[in-house]
Nanobody, 113 residues
Framework: QVQLVESGGGLVQAGGSLRLSCTYS????????MGWYRQAPGKQRELVAS???????NYADSAKGRFSISRDNSKNTAYLQMNDLKPEDTAVYYC???????WGQGTQVTVSP
């Protein structure tokens, strides 16, 4: 059974930082591209950042310069380091094995003004 478990969300003041983690299990095929998405209330889910098994990264414009995605293939884990957080970053953050139907349960990030 495939599982993705996110952690690291929370409440932080504007300008603060958080580090999200996503660990997957139950996958026996080649490593996937891993993606971090977010969904704010009343908005569509959007891609924040993604990383290939070899470390090639891609960022949404809103994340460039503030967020950094990384992964540790030996731990089946991807990370999202978020710095200089803004109230508009408030959302539920999800990780996904890109191209699959596997999603994590989400972790809430709330940024207060």
């Amino acid at each position: 059974q495939v599982q993705l478990v996110e952690s690291g969300g929370g409440l932080v003041q504007a300008g603060g930082s958080l580090r999200l983690s996503c660990t997957y299990s139950g996958i026996t095929t080649s490593p996937y591209v891993m993606g971090w998405y977010r969904q704010a209330p009343g908005k569509q889910r959007e891609l924040v950042a993604s990383i290939s098994p070899h470390g090639n990264t891609n960022y949404a414009d809103s994340a460039k310069g503030r967020f950094s995605i990384s992964r540790d293939n030996s731990k089946n884990t991807a990370y999202l380091q978020m710095n200089d957080l803004k109230p508009e970053d408030t959302a539920v953050y999800y990780c996904q094995l890109v191209g699959s139907s596997y999603w994590g349960q989400g972790t809430q990030v709330t940024v207060s003004p």
